[in-house]
C-alpha cells in the first residue's frame, strides 16, 4: 500500500520523536540501599510509529517508560543515559519544565482503568483538565491558544480556518445545510449520505476542513460545500470538545456520560476515558502503559483496534508496554525486549518474533499461550505433526466418548438478587456438560459470563437454583456431613489469586497439611512426610515449608496451592483461572505441571479460563459461555478449528498475535 | 439523593429511643433512691416524698416513666428542676455560651488541623513534620485539662496575655483559651487523620495520571490529593460535634464557663436526674443530627456514596 | 485461516520488512550481561519470616517503640511495686506540713493537705495503669466478641447488634460514664470506674472487629479452607480472627492511653475515684485552686499522668507502623 510505503519515507526522513539512551533508574530502599530497577537500556520511537516494550513484571518496562514521562514513583530517579523528546534533554529537567512537556508533547494511557482515574470528579471534568493544563483552544484542532499565538501568530491566522470543530449548537442547521446542499446537487441516495453524514459529523471532533471534503466527496460542487462548511462550522465550546474527545476515543453517547463519575463506568469504558484524556492535547507521544490488562480479550481488540485506528489518523507515535509477546508483535513496527531492567533484544517486530536470537526472547517465543495455539494452527496448516508442539496431549474423540462422566452438571441455573431491583439475575442460565475421567474440560468466558459460578456450585460452596450436579452419579445437594467431607477430600480447588487463597499467616508447611489435619489424615510425623512429597511433587524445594506466603512468587503461590489441593490425593481438580494472574513464563510451567500430574495420576480438571489460548494447552474439551449460558461445547481442536458460533469466533480472533506468521525455528 | 436523606433520617429514630433509653434507665432504674439524692443526706417526709414522687412519676412503672418522659421531650417539657425553674429555660439560659464555645473551638481545631495536616502530609520527613508530628502526640496524651492548667498559668498567670477564667458573659476574647483548650486534642487527631490521607494520596495511581496531563503541581495537589483527603477529614470532624459538647462539661469548669457542660456537671452533683437527662437527650440529638449533616456532605463530597 | 496469516509478499507486511530506522536495527544483548534465571526460583536470601516475626523485626528497630516500650515497662514497674521507689504513705498527710517545701525524702514537697507529693505520684501510677489494663481487657473482649459475631455472621445478627453498637456510639465516652458514675458517688471501688468506661468504650473495639473480620471473611483462603472441608466455626477461629486481630490490637493499645486519660478526667471531675483512692487526677483536682500560690503541686502529677499516656499513644503508632498492611504489600 503506497500511503504505508509513504509512511515509512516519512519517518525515515524525520528524526527520531524519541531517543532514550542508556538509560539507568534506581530506587532507594528504606535502609538507603540503592536498587537499580533499569540499567543501559536504549531505545527510539520515530513520529506516528508504534514501538512496544515486552518484559516480565519486574523487567523494568513501566519504569522506563515512567522515566521517559519524568513520573517515576517514590525515590525512583535517573542515574545514568539521556532521554531526547524532539532532540531535547529531559533528563535533569525542572519539575515545572516537565509539567509544560507533559499533556502537550507527551501522553498516558494508564494499566489499571480502576484506579486511574479520581472517583471524585465527573469525567467530562477529568478530560477538561488536561484540555485546560496545556491551554489548548477547545474551539479549534491542535492550537494551544496562549504558547501558539504568542510564538506564531503567522500560522495562527493562516490555519484557523482549517481547524475549526462542529459545535452541537450549529449541528442541526449543518445537517440541514448538508441536506440541502445535497439536494440542490441532485445527488443520488441523499438518505443513505445522510445517515453517514449523522455518524461521522461528530459533536467537536470532526474538522470543517473534514465536513467540506466529505461534501465534495458526496457530490456536492466545491464551492458550495466549503459555503455551508464556512456557515455552519464555527468551532465548538468546552462541554462539545470533551464529548468529541470522548466520542473519538469510542464511547457512546459520549455526551451524557462526560456528566457522569467514574464508578458509573465499566472497565472499557473508564479505559477509553483515559484514552481520551491520553489524546486530548494531542501529544506526538503516547505512552499505553498496558492499557488493556485489566480487561476482557474482546473489549481489549476492540480498543486496541480502535487506539490504532486514532493514533494513526492523528499521526501520534505509541510507546507500547506489555507484557504480551503476541499482543506487542501484532501491534507494533518495532519491538524491545526487556529482562531484569536490560534490554535483551531489540529489533523489526516480526523478525524479532520469527528469529529470536536472546536466550530470554526465546524462552519468551516458546512460553507465549497466544503464541504457542499459532504455532500450532500454522505447523497444522503446513501438515506437520503438531502434536509434538503440545505439552498436553489432547485425547481424540473417541476416548473421550468412552470415558466414564466423573462430573455431571445437569441444567445448572443460578439466580442472585440484585440490590434494590425486583428481577432475579440470572448468573448461570440452564448449563449442562460433564467431565470426563482423566480428562480436562475448560470453561471460557469473560468477566460476567457466569464461569465461577459454575465452578462454586461444583464445589458444593453455592447452592444451584435450579439444576443439579452429579459426583460419579450422586446428586453432591443431598450430600451431608460425612458425604459432603468425602467428597470435598476428592474434588479440591484450585482459586484464581495466588496472593488470596493461601493464609498469610500460615506457615507453608501448615498450608499444605491444613486438608491432612481437616480430614485427621496420618499423625505429625506421616504429614511432615507428606508435605515433603507434595513439595517435591511441585517441583519446590523442600526449604520452603517454614516460610510464609508473602515471602514467594505468585507462581509459587500457586504451586503451594496446587500442592494443598493435592494433598488428598483428589480425583477432580476445579481450577478457577489458576494461572490468570502469572507471567507468561510461569503460567507456562504451572501449566505443564499440571499436565504432568494429571499424566501421572490420571487427575481429572475442570479449568476454567478466559484465556483461550491457555485451553490450547490443557483442554481436551471447550465449554464457551457467555451472560451464563453455554453457547459452544466441543473438543478443544473442534472449537478452534471450526468454532460454530460467531462468538467463540470472536474469541479466538481476538487472541493477540493471531494475524501473525510464526517461524518454526524457534 | 432524596431517598438517602430519607433512609438516613428514618435509621436516625431508632438510635435516638435508644440511646435516650438508655441514658434514662442509667439515671432513673439504676439502684438508688433519686428523691433521697434530692434532699442530700437530710430525712425525708414520707408524705412529701410520695408527693414528688407522683409529680415526677417515678412512682410508676419505668418503660412508663420513660415513654412520659419521650411524649413530654416531644413538646420540649422537661419538667422542672429541683429550684423550680423550668428545665427547658436553664437549658436555654446555658446552650448559647456552649454553643459560642463549641464553634470557636470547631473552628480553631478544623483550621489549625487541617493546615498542619496538610504541611506535614506534603512535606513529610521535613523537621517541621517532625516538629507538627511531635506537638500532636503531645496533645493527644496530655489530657485537656492539664492542658487547660498550663495555658491558664503561662498566657493567663504568668503573662497575663489572656483572661484566666471566662465569667458569666464571655465574649470573644474570653473564650479564645477555653475554645483552643477545647479544640486542642480533635485538631491533634485531624492533624494525623490529614497527614496520613495526604501522603497515602499523592501515591494514588490517578494523581499520576494528572500529572501525566499536564497539570501543574499545584492544580494536582489541590485537585486531586487534597480533594479527596478531606473526604475522612470531614467525617471525622462532624462525628467530633458531639463530641467537643461532652468536652465542654471539663473546659466549661475549668475556665468558670457557664454553659450547658457547667450546668451538667452540676447537676450530676446535686443528682438532679430530669435535668441530667434532658441535657444529655439534647447533647444525644445535637450528635445525631450532626453525623447526619455529616453524612450529608459527604455523599456530595464522595459521589460513589450518593447511590449505595 | 490463510486470511489470518500475513505472507511476506502482501502489501500489509511491508512495513514490517523495511530496513530498520536509525537507531532501531536489530540488536541482540550480550548473553552474560543478563544471564537467564531460572523461571520463577524461590529468593532464600533471607530468613523465613511470619507475618508477626517481620512486625516484630520492624519494632524493634523503630526508636519510638524502644522509647515507649521503656517507659511502659518502668510504669508497669512503678505500678506493682511503688514501695520500691518511696518509703513515704502516700495517705498520711499532716496540715502542718501544708505545701511544704521539698526536702531529702520529700524531693517534691507537700500539697495542701500536706501529704507527700513524690509517695503520691508513685501510687498514683498502681490507679491508672489498673484502670487503663482492666478496661482494655474488657473492653477488647466484649466489643472483640461482639463485633466478630457481627461481622462474620452478617445478616440480621449483624443489624442488630450494629444497631446496638449505634446507641452506644451516639453517647460519648465521657458523657455516659458521668451519668452512670454519679450514680455510685460513694463507692471507691475502681471497678466502677472500670465498668463506667468499658460501657460505653467497648462500641469502637467493636466496630473496628467488625470491619476487620468482614474483610478477612471475604479473604479468598477462607473460600479454599471450605472447599478443603473447614467448618465455618473452624474457619472463623483458624483463618479470619487471626488475620483480623492486628487493627484490633493498634486500636486496643491506642484505647489504653485514652481510658487513663478518661479515669483522671472523672477524678478531676470528682465522680471518678473518692479522694482517698490516690490516683492523679484526683490529685490534680485537689490541686488545681492551687494554680495561682503552687503550680508545682498541680504539675506533678499532671506530668506522671501524661508521660504514661505519651508512652501508650506512642506505642499504639509503633505499633500500627509494624502491622501497617501498606507497608507490607508486594
Same mark, same amino acid.
Given at each position: 500500500?503506497?500511503?504505508?510505503?509513504?509512511?515509512?519515507?516519512?519517518?525515515a526522513?524525520?528524526?527520531?520523536?524519541?531517543?532514550?539512551?542508556?538509560?539507568?533508574?534506581?530506587?532507594?530502599?528504606?535502609?538507603?540501599?540503592p536498587?537499580?530497577?533499569?540499567?543501559?537500556?536504549?531505545?527510539?520511537?520515530y513520529?506516528?510509529?508504534?514501538v512496544?516494550?515486552?518484559?516480565e513484571?519486574?523487567?523494568?518496562?513501566?519504569?522506563?517508560?515512567?522515566a521517559?514521562l519524568g513520573?517515576?514513583?517514590?525515590?525512583?530517579?535517573?542515574?545514568?543515559?539521556?532521554i531526547?523528546?524532539?532532540?531535547?534533554?529531559?533528563?535533569?529537567?525542572?519539575?515545572?519544565?516537565?509539567e509544560?512537556?507533559?499533556?502537550?508533547?507527551?501522553g498516558?494511557?494508564?494499566?489499571d482503568?480502576m484506579?486511574?482515574?479520581?472517583?471524585?470528579?465527573?469525567?467530562?471534568?477529568?478530560?477538561?483538565?488536561?484540555l485546560?493544563?496545556?491551554?489548548?483552544?477547545?474551539?479549534r484542532?491542535?492550537?494551544?491558544?496562549?504558547s501558539?499565538a504568542?510564538?506564531d501568530? *503567522?500560522?495562527?491566522?493562516?490555519t484557523?480556518?482549517?481547524?475549526?470543530?462542529?459545535?452541537?449548537?450549529?449541528?442541526?442547521?449543518?445537517?440541514?445545510?448538508?441536506?440541502?446542499?445535497?439536494?440542490?446537487?441532485?445527488?443520488?441516495?441523499?438518505?443513505?449520505?445522510?445517515?453517514?453524514f449523522?455518524?461521522?459529523?461528530?459533536t467537536?471532533?470532526?474538522?470543517?476542513w473534514l465536513?467540506?471534503q466529505?461534501?465534495i466527496?458526496a457530490g456536492?460542487?466545491?464551492?458550495?460545500?466549503?459555503a455551508?462548511?464556512?456557515?455552519h462550522?464555527?468551532g465548538?465550546?468546552?462541554?462539545?470538545?470533551i464529548?468529541?474527545?470522548?466520542?473519538?476515543?469510542?464511547?457512546?453517547?459520549?455526551a451524557?456520560?462526560?456528566?457522569?463519575?467514574?464508578?458509573?463506568?465499566?472497565?472499557?469504558?473508564?479505559?477509553r476515558?483515559?484514552?481520551?484524556?491520553?489524546?486530548?492535547?494531542?501529544?506526538?507521544?503516547?505512552?499505553?502503559?498496558?492499557?488493556?490488562?485489566?480487561?476482557d480479550v474482546?473489549?481489549?481488540?476492540?480498543?486496541?483496534?480502535?487506539?490504532?485506528?486514532?493514533?494513526?489518523?492523528?499521526g501520534?507515535?505509541?510507546?507500547?508496554?506489555?507484557?504480551?509477546?503476541?499482543?506487542a508483535?501484532?501491534?507494533a513496527?518495532?519491538?524491545?525486549?526487556?529482562?531484569?531492567?536490560?534490554?535483551?533484544e531489540?529489533?523489526p517486530?516480526?523478525?524479532?518474533?520469527?528469529?529470536?536470537?536472546?536466550?530470554?526472547?526465546?524462552?519468551?517465543?516458546?512460553?507465549?499461550?497466544?503464541l504457542?495455539?499459532?504455532?500450532?494452527?500454522?505447523?497444522?496448516?503446513?501438515?506437520v505433526?503438531?502434536?509434538?508442539?503440545? *505439552?498436553?496431549?489432547?485425547k481424540g474423540?473417541?476416548t473421550?466418548?468412552?470415558?466414564e462422566?466423573?462430573?455431571?452438571v445437569?441444567?445448572?441455573?443460578?439466580?442472585?438478587?440484585?440490590?434494590r431491583?425486583?428481577?432475579?439475575f440470572?448468573?448461570?442460565?440452564?448449563?449442562?456438560?460433564?467431565?470426563?475421567?482423566?480428562?480436562?474440560?475448560?470453561?471460557?468466558g469473560?468477566?460476567g459470563?457466569?464461569?465461577?459460578?459454575?465452578?462454586?456450585m461444583?464445589?458444593?460452596?453455592?447452592?444451584?437454583?435450579?439444576?443439579?450436579?452429579t459426583? *460419579?452419579?450422586?446428586?453432591?445437594?443431598?450430600?451431608?456431613?460425612?458425604?459432603?467431607?468425602?467428597?470435598?477430600?476428592?474434588?479440591?480447588?484450585?482459586?484464581?489469586?495466588?496472593?488470596?487463597?493461601l493464609?498469610?499467616?500460615?506457615s507453608?508447611?501448615r498450608?499444605?497439611?491444613?486438608?491432612?489435619?481437616?480430614?485427621?489424615?496420618?499423625d505429625?510425623k506421616?504429614?511432615v512426610?507428606?508435605?515433603?512429597?507434595?513439595?517435591d511433587m511441585?517441583e519446590?524445594?523442600?526449604?520452603?515449608?517454614?516460610r510464609y506466603?508473602?515471602?514467594?512468587?505468585?507462581?509459587?503461590r500457586?504451586?503451594?496451592?496446587?500442592a494443598r489441593?493435592?494433598?488428598l490425593?483428589?480425583?477432580?481438580i476445579?481450577?478457577?483461572?489458576?494461572?490468570?494472574?502469572?507471567?507468561?513464563?510461569?503460567q507456562?510451567?504451572?501449566?505443564r505441571?499440571?499436565?504432568?500430574?494429571?499424566?501421572?495420576?490420571?487427575?481429572?480438571?475442570?479449568f476454567i479460563?478466559?484465556?483461550?489460548?491457555?485451553?490450547?494447552?490443557?483442554?481436551?474439551?471447550?465449554?464457551?459461555?457467555?451472560?451464563?449460558?453455554l453457547?459452544?461445547?466441543?473438543?478443544?481442536?473442534e472449537?478452534?478449528?471450526?468454532p460454530?458460533?460467531?462468538?467463540?469466533?470472536d474469541?479466538l480472533?481476538?487472541?493477540?498475535?493471531?494475524?501473525?506468521?510464526?517461524?518454526?525455528?524457534? | 439523593?432524596?431517598?438517602?436523606?430519607?433512609?438516613r433520617?428514618?435509621?436516625?429514630?431508632?438510635?435516638?429511643?435508644?440511646t435516650t433509653?438508655?441514658?434514662?434507665?442509667?439515671?432513673?432504674?439504676?439502684p438508688?433512691?433519686?428523691?433521697?439524692?434530692?434532699?442530700g443526706?437530710?430525712?425525708?417526709n414520707?408524705?412529701?416524698?410520695?408527693?414528688?414522687?407522683?409529680?415526677?412519676?417515678?412512682d410508676?412503672?419505668?418503660?412508663i416513666?420513660?415513654?412520659?418522659?419521650?411524649?413530654?421531650?416531644?413538646?420540649?417539657?422537661?419538667?422542672?428542676?429541683?429550684a423550680?425553674?423550668?428545665?427547658?429555660a436553664?437549658?436555654g439560659?446555658?446552650?448559647?455560651?456552649t454553643?459560642?464555645?463549641?464553634?470557636?473551638?470547631?473552628?480553631?481545631?478544623?483550621?489549625?488541623?487541617?493546615?498542619?495536616?496538610i504541611?506535614?502530609?506534603?512535606?513529610?520527613?521535613k523537621?517541621?513534620?517532625?516538629?507538627?508530628l511531635?506537638?500532636?502526640?503531645?496533645?493527644?496524651?496530655?489530657?485537656?485539662?492539664?492542658t487547660g492548667?498550663?495555658?491558664q498559668y503561662?498566657?493567663?498567670?504568668?503573662?497575663?496575655?489572656?483572661p484566666?477564667?471566662?465569667?458569666?458573659n464571655?465574649?470573644?476574647?474570653?473564650?479564645?483559651m477555653?475554645?483552643?483548650?477545647?479544640?486542642s486534642?480533635s485538631?491533634?487527631y485531624?492533624i494525623?487523620?490529614?497527614?496520613?490521607e495526604?501522603?497515602?494520596?499523592?501515591?494514588?495511581?490517578?494523581?499520576r495520571?494528572?500529572?501525566?496531563k499536564?497539570?501543574?503541581?499545584k492544580?494536582?495537589?489541590?485537585?486531586?490529593?487534597?480533594?479527596?483527603?478531606m473526604?475522612?477529614?470531614?467525617t471525622?470532624?462532624?462525628?467530633?460535634i458531639g463530641a467537643?459538647m461532652?468536652?465542654?462539661?471539663?473546659?466549661?469548669?475549668?475556665?468558670?464557663?457557664n454553659g450547658i457542660?457547667?450546668?451538667?456537671?452540676?447537676?450530676?452533683?446535686?443528682?438532679?436526674?430530669?435535668?441530667?437527662?434532658?441535657?444529655?437527650t439534647?447533647?444525644?440529638?445535637?450528635?445525631?443530627?450532626?453525623?447526619?449533616?455529616?453524612?450529608?456532605?459527604?455523599?456530595v463530597?464522595?459521589?460513589?456514596?450518593?447511590y449505595? | 485461516?490463510?486470511?489470518?496469516t500475513?505472507s511476506?509478499?502482501?502489501?500489509?507486511?511491508?512495513?514490517?520488512?523495511?530496513?530498520?530506522?536509525?537507531?532501531?536495527?536489530?540488536?541482540?544483548?550480550?548473553?552474560?550481561?543478563t544471564?537467564?534465571?531460572?523461571?520463577?526460583s524461590?529468593?532464600?536470601?533471607?530468613?523465613?519470616?511470619s507475618?508477626?516475626?517481620?512486625a516484630w523485626?520492624?519494632l524493634r528497630?523503630?526508636?519510638l517503640?524502644?522509647f515507649?516500650a521503656i517507659?511502659?515497662?518502668?510504669?508497669?514497674i512503678?505500678?506493682?511495686?511503688?514501695?520500691?521507689?518511696?518509703?513515704?504513705d502516700?495517705?498520711?498527710?499532716n496540715?502542718?506540713?501544708?505545701?511544704g517545701?521539698a526536702?531529702?525524702s520529700?524531693?517534691?514537697?507537700?500539697?495542701q493537705?500536706?501529704?507527700?507529693?513524690?509517695?503520691?505520684?508513685?501510687?498514683?501510677?498502681?490507679?491508672?495503669?489498673?484502670?487503663g489494663?482492666?478496661?482494655?481487657?474488657?473492653?477488647?473482649?466484649?466489643?472483640?466478641?461482639?463485633?466478630?459475631?457481627?461481622g462474620?455472621?452478617?445478616?440480621?445478627?449483624d443489624?442488630?447488634?450494629?444497631?446496638?453498637?449505634?446507641?452506644?456510639?451516639?453517647?460519648?465516652?465521657?458523657?455516659?460514664?458521668?451519668?452512670?458514675?454519679?450514680?455510685?458517688?460513694?463507692?471507691?471501688?475502681?471497678?466502677?470506674v472500670?465498668?463506667a468506661?468499658?460501657?460505653?468504650?467497648?462500641v469502637?473495639?467493636?466496630?473496628i472487629t467488625?470491619?476487620?473480620?468482614?474483610?478477612?471473611?471475604?479473604?479468598?483462603?477462607?473460600?479454599?479452607?471450605?472447599?478443603l472441608?473447614?467448618?465455618?466455626?473452624?474457619?472463623?477461629?483458624?483463618?479470619?480472627?487471626?488475620?483480623?486481630l492486628?487493627?484490633?490490637?493498634?486500636?486496643?493499645?491506642t484505647?489504653l492511653?485514652?481510658?487513663?486519660?478518661?479515669?483522671?478526667?472523672?477524678?478531676?471531675?470528682?465522680?471518678g475515684?473518692?479522694?482517698?483512692?490516690v490516683?492523679w487526677?484526683?490529685?490534680?483536682?485537689?490541686?488545681?485552686?492551687?494554680?495561682?500560690?503552687n503550680?508545682?503541686?498541680?504539675?506533678?502529677?499532671?506530668?506522671?499522668?501524661?508521660i504514661t499516656?505519651?508512652?501508650?499513644?506512642?506505642?499504639?503508632?509503633?505499633v500500627k507502623?509494624?502491622l501497617?498492611?501498606k507497608?507490607?504489600?508486594e
Amino acid at each position: 500500500m503506497s500511503n504505508e510505503t509513504n509512511k515509512q519515507v516519512q519517518q525515515a526522513a524525520q528524526e527520531p520523536l524519541l531517543e532514550v539512551k542508556d538509560l539507568s533508574v534506581q530506587f532507594t530502599t528504606d535502609k538507603g540501599h540503592p536498587i537499580t530497577a533499569v540499567s543501559d537500556s536504549s531505545f527510539t520511537v520515530y513520529p506516528g510509529q508504534w514501538v512496544a516494550i515486552v518484559g516480565e513484571s519486574g523487567s523494568g518496562k513501566s519504569t522506563s517508560a515512567m522515566a521517559v514521562l519524568g513520573l517515576l514513583p517514590g525515590t525512583g530517579k535517573v542515574v545514568g543515559g539521556s532521554i531526547k523528546l524532539h532532540g531535547e534533554e529531559l533528563v535533569g529537567k525542572s519539575s515545572k519544565d516537565y509539567e509544560k512537556i507533559r499533556g502537550v508533547q507527551m501522553g498516558l494511557v494508564p494499566q489499571d482503568p480502576m484506579s486511574n482515574l479520581n472517583p471524585v470528579w465527573r469525567i467530562g471534568t477529568q478530560v477538561k483538565e488536561a484540555l485546560k493544563a496545556n491551554n489548548m483552544d477547545v474551539s479549534r484542532e491542535k492550537r494551544s491558544s496562549l504558547s501558539k499565538a504568542l510564538s506564531d501568530a *503567522e500560522v495562527k491566522l493562516k490555519t484557523r480556518d482549517d481547524e475549526l470543530f462542529i459545535g452541537s449548537q450549529e449541528r442541526p442547521e449543518l445537517l440541514a445545510a448538508a441536506k440541502a446542499a445535497l439536494q440542490k446537487a441532485g445527488v443520488a441516495s441523499v438518505d443513505e449520505k445522510m445517515a453517514t453524514f449523522e455518524e461521522t459529523w461528530v459533536t467537536g471532533s470532526q474538522t470543517r476542513w473534514l465536513v467540506a471534503q466529505d461534501l465534495i466527496k458526496a457530490g456536492v460542487p466545491d464551492d458550495d460545500a466549503w459555503a455551508v462548511a464556512k456557515a455552519h462550522v464555527t468551532g465548538s465550546n468546552m462541554d462539545d470538545r470533551i464529548a468529541g474527545l470522548l466520542a473519538e476515543a469510542g464511547l457512546p453517547d459520549a455526551a451524557t456520560r462526560a456528566r457522569q463519575y467514574p464508578h458509573e463506568f465499566s472497565g472499557g469504558m473508564r479505559q477509553r476515558a483515559l484514552i481520551a484524556i491520553g489524546l486530548a492535547s494531542r501529544p506526538d507521544l503516547l505512552i499505553a502503559d498496558e492499557p488493556t490488562s485489566a480487561l476482557d480479550v474482546t473489549v481489549q481488540k476492540k480498543i486496541l483496534d480502535h487506539l490504532h485506528t486514532l493514533t494513526d489518523s492523528l499521526g501520534t507515535a505509541v510507546l507500547f508496554i506489555t507484557h504480551d509477546l503476541g499482543l506487542a508483535a501484532e501491534r507494533a513496527q518495532h519491538l524491545v525486549v526487556m529482562y531484569q531492567g536490560r534490554v535483551v533484544e531489540s529489533g523489526p517486530s516480526l523478525e524479532v518474533l520469527q528469529h529470536p536470537q536472546h536466550p530470554y526472547t526465546k524462552r519468551l517465543v516458546n512460553a507465549a499461550p497466544s503464541l504457542a495455539s499459532q504455532r500450532i494452527i500454522s505447523a497444522k496448516e503446513r501438515g506437520v505433526d503438531a502434536e509434538s508442539l503440545m *505439552e498436553h496431549h489432547t485425547k481424540g474423540e473417541e476416548t473421550l466418548e468412552h470415558s466414564e462422566h466423573i462430573i455431571t452438571v445437569d441444567h445448572l441455573t443460578k439466580e442472585f438478587k440484585l440490590p434494590r431491583k425486583r428481577e432475579m439475575f440470572k448468573a448461570v442460565d440452564d448449563v449442562s456438560f460433564s467431565v470426563k475421567r482423566g480428562t480436562t474440560l475448560a470453561i471460557v468466558g469473560e468477566s460476567g459470563s457466569g464461569k465461577s459460578t459454575v465452578a462454586n456450585m461444583v464445589l458444593h460452596l453455592l447452592d444451584p437454583t435450579s439444576g443439579k450436579v452429579t459426583f *460419579e452419579g450422586r446428586d453432591i445437594s443431598t450430600f451431608k456431613s460425612k458425604d459432603l467431607l468425602a467428597f470435598r477430600r476428592r474434588v479440591q480447588p484450585v482459586f484464581q489469586n495466588p496472593y488470596g487463597s493461601l493464609d498469610p499467616m500460615y506457615s507453608i508447611y501448615r498450608s499444605i497439611e491444613e486438608p491432612l489435619r481437616i480430614h485427621g489424615i496420618g499423625d505429625r510425623k506421616s504429614r511432615v512426610k507428606r508435605v515433603r512429597e507434595l513439595l517435591d511433587m511441585v517441583e519446590l524445594p523442600e526449604s520452603v515449608m517454614g516460610r510464609y506466603p508473602n515471602e514467594l512468587s505468585g507462581g509459587q503461590r500457586q504451586r503451594i496451592a496446587i500442592a494443598r489441593a493435592m494433598a488428598l490425593n483428589p480425583d477432580v481438580i476445579i481450577a478457577d483461572e489458576a494461572v490468570s494472574a502469572l507471567d507468561v513464563l510461569v503460567q507456562d510451567e504451572v501449566l505443564r505441571l499440571l499436565n504432568d500430574l494429571q499424566a501421572e495420576s490420571g487427575l481429572s480438571y475442570l479449568f476454567i479460563t478466559h484465556d483461550l489460548a491457555v485451553v490450547r494447552q490443557i483442554a481436551d474439551e471447550v465449554v464457551v459461555m457467555q451472560h451464563g449460558r453455554l453457547v459452544e461445547h466441543a473438543t478443544t481442536d473442534e472449537v478452534f478449528d471450526h468454532p460454530k458460533r460467531q462468538y467463540t469466533k470472536d474469541l479466538l480472533d481476538a487472541i493477540p498475535g493471531g494475524k501473525l506468521q510464526l517461524g518454526l525455528d524457534s | 439523593m432524596g431517598k438517602y436523606l430519607l433512609r438516613r433520617i428514618l435509621q436516625m429514630i431508632p438510635v435516638v429511643i435508644g440511646t435516650t433509653l438508655l441514658i434514662y434507665a442509667l439515671v432513673f432504674a439504676l439502684p438508688g433512691d433519686p428523691v433521697a439524692a434530692m434532699f442530700g443526706d437530710k430525712p425525708v417526709n414520707a408524705a412529701v416524698a410520695a408527693q414528688i414522687r407522683s409529680e415526677y412519676n417515678l412512682d410508676k412503672p419505668f418503660i412508663i416513666q420513660y415513654l412520659i418522659f419521650l411524649k413530654n421531650a416531644l413538646t420540649l417539657d422537661f419538667g422542672n428542676t429541683f429550684a423550680g425553674q423550668p428545665v427547658i429555660a436553664v437549658i436555654g439560659r446555658a446552650f448559647p455560651v456552649t454553643i459560642k464555645l463549641a464553634i470557636m473551638a470547631f473552628v480553631f481545631e478544623a483550621v489549625f488541623g487541617v493546615v498542619f495536616g496538610i504541611i506535614s502530609g506534603l512535606k513529610k520527613g521535613k523537621w517541621y513534620d517532625s516538629v507538627i508530628l511531635i506537638v500532636s502526640l503531645l496533645l493527644i496524651s496530655v489530657p485537656t485539662f492539664v492542658t487547660g492548667f498550663v495555658l491558664q498559668y503561662f498566657l493567663g498567670v504568668k503573662w497575663g496575655l489572656l483572661p484566666v477564667t471566662a465569667g458569666s458573659n464571655p465574649g470573644f476574647i474570653d473564650l479564645l483559651m477555653p475554645a483552643s483548650v477545647l479544640g486542642s486534642v480533635s485538631m491533634a487527631y485531624i492533624i494525623r487523620l490529614t497527614r496520613t490521607e495526604v501522603s497515602s494520596n499523592i501515591s494514588e495511581d490517578y494523581v499520576r495520571t494528572a500529572r501525566a496531563k499536564g497539570m501543574s503541581n499545584k492544580s494536582v495537589t489541590l485537585r486531586h490529593v487534597l480533594r479527596n483527603s478531606m473526604i475522612p477529614v470531614v467525617t471525622y470532624l462532624g462525628a467530633d460535634i458531639g463530641a467537643l459538647m461532652g468536652g465542654a462539661m471539663i473546659t466549661e469548669r475549668i475556665f468558670n464557663i457557664n454553659g450547658i457542660g457547667n450546668t451538667l456537671y452540676q447537676g450530676i452533683i446535686r443528682g438532679e436526674g430530669t435535668l441530667v437527662v434532658s441535657i444529655v437527650t439534647i447533647l444525644v440529638l445535637v450528635f445525631v443530627v450532626c453525623n447526619l449533616v455529616v453524612d450529608m456532605f459527604y455523599a456530595v463530597l464522595d459521589p460513589r456514596i450518593r447511590y449505595v | 485461516m490463510t486470511d489470518n496469516t500475513i505472507s511476506p509478499e502482501s502489501a500489509e507486511a511491508e512495513e514490517f520488512f523495511m530496513d530498520p530506522l536509525p537507531g532501531q536495527e536489530r540488536f541482540v544483548a550480550p548473553v552474560d550481561e543478563t544471564p537467564l534465571k531460572a523461571v520463577d526460583s524461590v529468593d532464600e536470601s533471607e530468613p523465613a519470616t511470619s507475618m508477626w516475626t517481620s512486625a516484630w523485626i520492624a519494632l524493634r528497630k523503630n526508636p519510638l517503640f524502644i522509647f515507649a516500650a521503656i517507659l511502659i515497662v518502668f510504669i508497669i514497674i512503678v505500678a506493682l511495686f511503688p514501695q520500691l521507689f518511696t518509703h513515704n504513705d502516700p495517705t498520711y498527710c499532716n496540715l502542718d506540713n501544708s505545701l511544704g517545701k521539698a526536702s531529702g525524702s520529700h524531693p517534691l514537697g507537700f500539697d495542701q493537705q500536706g501529704c507527700d507529693v513524690y509517695s503520691r505520684v508513685i501510687y498514683g501510677a498502681r490507679t491508672s495503669v489498673s484502670v487503663g489494663v482492666l478496661t482494655t481487657i474488657i473492653v477488647v473482649a466484649v466489643g472483640g466478641f461482639i463485633g466478630a459475631i457481627a461481622g462474620f455472621f452478617g445478616g440480621w445478627i449483624d443489624s442488630l447488634l450494629s444497631r446496638i453498637t449505634d446507641v452506644f456510639f451516639a453517647i460519648p465516652l465521657l458523657l455516659g460514664a458521668i451519668v452512670l458514675l454519679q450514680m455510685f458517688r460513694t463507692s471507691d471501688s475502681i471497678w466502677k470506674v472500670v465498668f463506667a468506661l468499658a460501657l460505653f468504650g467497648w462500641v469502637q473495639v467493636a466496630r473496628i472487629t467488625r470491619g476487620s473480620v468482614m474483610e478477612a471473611k471475604n479473604l479468598e483462603f477462607n473460600t479454599a479452607s471450605t472447599a478443603l472441608g473447614s467448618t465455618p466455626m473452624r474457619n472463623l477461629f483458624r483463618h479470619v480472627l487471626p488475620n483480623a486481630l492486628a487493627p484490633v490490637i493498634v486500636v486496643a493499645t491506642t484505647s489504653l492511653g485514652t481510658y487513663i486519660v478518661s479515669e483522671a478526667t472523672l477524678s478531676f471531675l470528682g465522680v471518678g475515684l473518692p479522694s482517698t483512692t490516690v490516683s492523679w487526677g484526683g490529685d490534680i483536682s485537689t490541686a488545681q485552686s492551687l494554680l495561682r500560690i503552687n503550680p508545682s503541686v498541680l504539675f506533678y502529677p499532671s506530668a506522671a499522668l501524661a508521660i504514661t499516656v505519651l508512652a501508650f499513644i506512642m506505642m499504639g503508632d509503633a505499633v500500627k507502623d509494624a502491622l501497617d498492611p501498606k507497608s507490607r504489600t508486594e
